[in-house]
């Protein structure tokens, strides 16, 4: 290992020490659907270019419809310490004046199949659609017709006239994103609902199939990155242990570059190297 590796790594661990540089994401949304009650059959808009949230009037039979909305969020690096997260949704249409619409987090997986519709009344579902009953077209049914998901907002917003709507960064919303980059829920993003109750206040928005790039659903993430790992935690799980040992012996012998365990870059990965590592241990 060189002079100059060594000081570099230095710096750079001392300047992260004092409060590592917060790094910000903005995704699109990978999937959406909506979930249609039946009326009287199930049907999807899986690709269409709109979901909806709400309840419709006595010619959709005063039926409900609620949004499906997914961000991937692989750009984050596992470790890292989210401090804030927003959602922006376009709003195209929508009846009833204003309503409160709500972000709820989902509980189970859900699809998005290739069913279209030039509104929200629906078309036969396609294999792997989410329905009102179904997760995923046809056989994978929903624990509870009408999806699975958090009965308490993670983040609401009243909404009115077309245009962009911004749900705020809120301590819940934080917590879905930090649980999934974390692995300690799975991502299957939020579930939108609006007023249940009154019919002819169903909202239409935008979905990831929109003609308008700029109207499609996004996720705002600011977010710390873990600091860099030592060179000597192989496996960048912040500790030096058995199994960054066992990767070293793994290689021992010759070890052209690049070879992580080669700590003094001489091509060959020996007891000079396992003294570094048993040196950082713990």
């Known amino acids: 290992m060189t002079l100059q590796r060594h000081a570099f790594g230095a710096i750079l661990v001392a300047l992260l020490s004092g409060g590592a540089l917060a790094d910000t994401v903005t995704v699109v949304s990978d999937r959406d ?12 808009i899986g690709a269409a270019a709109n979901f909806y949230v709400g309840k419709t009037g006595p010619n959709s039979g005063n039926t409900l419809r609620r949004g499906l909305v997914r961000f991937p969020i692989s750009a984050i690096p596992a470790g890292s310490t989210v401090t804030s997260v927003e959602v922006k949704l376009f709003l195209s249409k929508g009846n009833g004046g204003a ?10 997986d859900w699809g998005e199949g290739a069913s279209i519709a030039f509104g929200g009344g629906g078309s036969p579902p396609e294999p792997g659609d989410a329905t009102w009953t179904q997760r995923f077209w046809p056989g994978s049914p929903w624990s509870t017709p009408g999806g699975v998901f958090i009965a308490t907002a993670s983040a609401t917003r009243s909404v009115n006239l077309a245009g962009f709507y911004t749900f705020g960064s ?14 300690q829920t799975s991502n299957f993003g939020w579930v939108v609902t609006g007023n249940e109750v009154t019919s002819n206040t169903a909202k239409r928005f935008e979905t990831k199939e929109s003609t308008i790039p700029t109207w499609r659903p996004t996720l705002t993430v600011v977010f710390t990155p873990p600091p860099p790992c030592i060179e000597e935690d192989l496996n960048c799980d912040g500790v030096v242990n058995g199994n960054d040992l066992g990767t070293l012996l793994g290689v021992w012998g010759a070890c052209p570059a690049p070879c992580a365990a080669d700590f003094n870059d001489d091509g060959v990965v020996d007891g000079n190297d396992l003294g570094t590592l048993l040196g950082a241990w713990g």
């Open 99 to 108: 309503q409160t619409i709500s972000l709820k987090r989902c509980l189970e």
């Open 170 to 183: 809120s301590a819940d919303l934080v917590a879905d994103v930090q649980g999934w980059v974390n692995g």
């Open 33 to 44: 659907n909506t979930l249609i009650q039946p009326s009287p059959v199930e049907v999807s």
